[in-house]
Structures are given as C-alpha cells and as structure tokens.
C-alpha cells in the first residue's frame, strides 16, 4: 500500500489565531491540512460563522432577528486571514501539504474575488518555495467545474485538485450505489484525487467495488455521522448559500436568489435526516483494510475540541494499523 496520508482541518492542529500553537504532529504518517479561506463566498462544505474564521463574523444588530445576516469585522479577518497565510508556511516548510476547500455549489458564487486568488496564487507560491520538502502537491478541492476551471487557470499546473465528495450529492435525489461508482470513476479521470460519500466507508460491498488501480487516488472518509439515506446535498447548499451570503454583506444582484433558498430550505424537511454515532478508530481501519491509504477526518462539528479528539484518535488508529501491518 502507498504511504498512508491523513488528511486533517488545520486548526484542529494549528490553532485559531487567538490560539495558535506550532504544528506537532507524530513521525511514521504522512498528513495534509485543510482549510476554507478565513470569509470566502466560495466555501462550501461548513458556513463561515461556524467554522474556521467563527470569530470575524458578528450579528448586525438590525438585523439579527433574522438569524442569518451578519457583518463582518473587516480588521478581525484580515488577522485571521493572515493567522492562515502562517499556517500554510509553517505547514509546507514541514513537508505538510495545505488543500484549500473551495467547495461552494453555485456557479455565480464570488470566486473572481482578489482576496480566493491571492489565497490560490499563496499556494502556488508556498508549494514552489517548500518543494523538495513536501510528500506531495498543495491542493484545491472543489466541487464546481466554475471554481475549478477558474483556480486551474491561476495554478498552471502547479497545484493538485480534489473532488470534493460533496460533488457526488444531486438536487433531485439520492444518488444510487452504481451510480456513485460511477461518478468517481469518471471524476477519477480528471482529478489527482477523489473523495467518496462519508456513508461508504459503512458499506463493505461500496469499497469493495472501488477499481483497485486507482484506489491510491480515493480519499475514504473516518468518523462521519452521514448516512446513505440522507441527501447532504441540501446541508451543503445551505452552507454554499450562507457563506455567498456572508461574505458579499447582503448587497449583491444575487442576494435575494440566496435568501429565498435558505427560506425554502429552513422551512422544509430537507436538511432533516438520521444520523448515526460512528467509531474513528474502526473507520480508519475499514478503510485500510479496504487498501485506502488516504483517510480524511472532516469537521463533524462546530466544536473544536470535538474535531481534535477525533484527529487523535484517527492518529492512534493509523499507528495502531501499522504496528500489525
């Protein structure tokens, strides 16, 4: 099997910028940390306010009743953004690479923003600077082909791309098993890696058909609550449309468009579904045994602490594996 990665949230390890430590990370494991841009419109997969950058969003207080709209503290973002920017030096200068999750849905999303290049073209340059350092490329993961096509013609080459797994949920309905196979067959054509749906890694006879010679390429996920009956597409579209929302302050053309969907969407069941307590430490070793040596821990919860216990626990699980192996 290839070199087992990690794939982690980075703050889990680095800390926020009101709390940051050094990257310590144990020897024996490759690793790769991922983040969304501190206040981006194009991230996708967490809103803004809840995850990375929690602490450079307020509630306007004119319009706070509404739950959503907030402000942003512009000062406060550029110190997180520049809390990032060290992360991502510190991380390549320890061999580490950073994958950037603009994982937003929508094609009209705000990806042309001076603020998402500089964060690709930091990579780009980071990546050059650390290369004789690195097990592998930094990254941008994406699940829009406008996002995609966009960062590509920045990086030139230079930089990995990922398919997100949330590339794999539809509007319309819940992918079926073959179907899923399907399309990481196909994305697996044209992306440097792949994430399945979190629900595989749950389903023995999923990873079992997975095509052995690009199995090196599929990035498994460990400890996810999801479920194969659910349709995350609306949890992921919710996210998409706050983030837009957020980020631009409510004054754009399409800021109506975005409101009435997260209308639509709090007032139906979509994003109501079963969820189910998972073991990390079996995930990750399901997912080895299945000769995935790519395991990503996402951010199951708005809880850092949480998201941190599961990267340990991940970390013992891989260490645990190879000591058998």
Known sequence: ?????LHIPMYAITGTYRDSRPIDLPKGINYVLFAGFPGSGINGGRPNINSDDSNAFVYDPGTQTSGLKTICRYGRLLRIRKHFYNCVEEANSLGIPVSLTFTNYFPDATYWDL????????????????????????????????????A???????????????????E?????????LNGYRRKLENFDLVVITPPETAIPEQLEALDRDTLD?????????CVEVCNSYWHYAQASAV??????????????????????????????????????RKDVHTLLN???????????????????????QAIEAVLEWQASH
């Open 1 to 5: 099997m290839k070199q087992i990665t």
């Open 115 to 150: 603020g998402n290049a500089r964060a690709v073209r930091v990579l780009k340059k980071k990546g050059k600077k650390h290369k004789d350092k690195m097990h592998g490329k930094n990254s941008i993961t994406v699940a829009n082909p406008g996002i995609e096509s966009w």
């Open 152 to 170: 590509k013609d920045i990086t030139k080459d230079s930089l990995d791309f990922v398919c997100s797994c949330t590339s794999f949920y539809n």
């Open 172 to 180: 319309e309905k819940i992918l079926t098993r073959e179907e899923r």
């Open 217 to 225: 390429r599929v990035v498994g996920v460990a400890g996810s609550p």
């Open 243 to 280: 983030n837009i929302l957020t980020a631009t302050g409510f004054f754009t053309e399409f800021s109506h468009k975005y409101e009435k969907m997260l209308k639509n969407i709090h007032e139906s069941s979509k994003t109501k579904c079963a969820m189910k307590t998972r073991n990390v």
């Open 290 to 312: 299945a000769g995935i040596p790519n395991i990503k821990i996402g951010r199951f919860s708005n809880d850092t602490t949480d998201t941190e216990k599961q990267v340990k």
